[in-house]
C-alpha cells in the first residue's frame, strides 16, 4: 500500500524558511516523479513544483530559487525546501506521486507565515 507523510510545517515568520519532507512507504520514490501542491481554503490546489527519476526540478514560483526540490534516496524521502517565505505562502502543503494510474496524495502539513 501506497502511503506518503508530509511533515516539517509549522509556523515561521517572514523571511524565514522551512524544509518540508514527504516520506514514503509502498513505493520507490526515487523511480518516480512527484510533485508539491499547496492549498488555502476555499482555492484548488495549485503545483509548486516537481522532481523527476532525473532529479530535474520545476520550481513554480515566480522567484526564482525561492523553492527547492531535493531527494534523500536512502530515506525514501523529498524535501520542498522554501526560503524568504512571505505571508502569502501560508496554505497546507501536500506532496503527490502518480503510481500504477492512480495518484497518491499525503494528508498534508501546515505552514503559517506570519509575524
Known amino acids: 500500500q501506497v502511503q506518503l507523510v508530509e511533515s516539517g510545517g509549522g509556523l515561521v515568520q517572514p523571511g524565514g524558511s522551512l524544509r518540508l519532507s514527504c516520506t514514503a512507504s509502498g513505493i520507490t520514490l526515487s523511480r518516480h516523479v512527484l510533485e508539491w501542491y499547496r492549498q488555502t481554503p476555499g482555492k484548488r490546489r495549485e503545483l509548486v513544483g516537481s522532481?523527476?527519476?532525473?532529479?530535474?526540478?520545476n520550481d513554480v514560483d515566480s522567484e526564482t530559487g525561492r523553492f527547492t526540490i531535493s531527494r534523500d534516496n536512502a530515506k525514501n524521502t523529498v524535501y520542498l525546501q522554501k526560503n524568504n517565505l512571505k505571508p502569502e505562502d501560508t496554505a497546507d502543503y501536500y506532496c503527490?506521486?502518480?503510481?500504477?494510474?492512480?495518484?497518491?496524495w499525503g494528508r498534508g502539513t501546515q505552514v503559517t507565515v506570519s509575524s
Open positions: 522532481i523527476t527519476i532525473d532529479n530535474m526540478t
Open positions: 503527490q506521486v502518480a503510481f500504477s494510474g492512480l495518484k497518491y
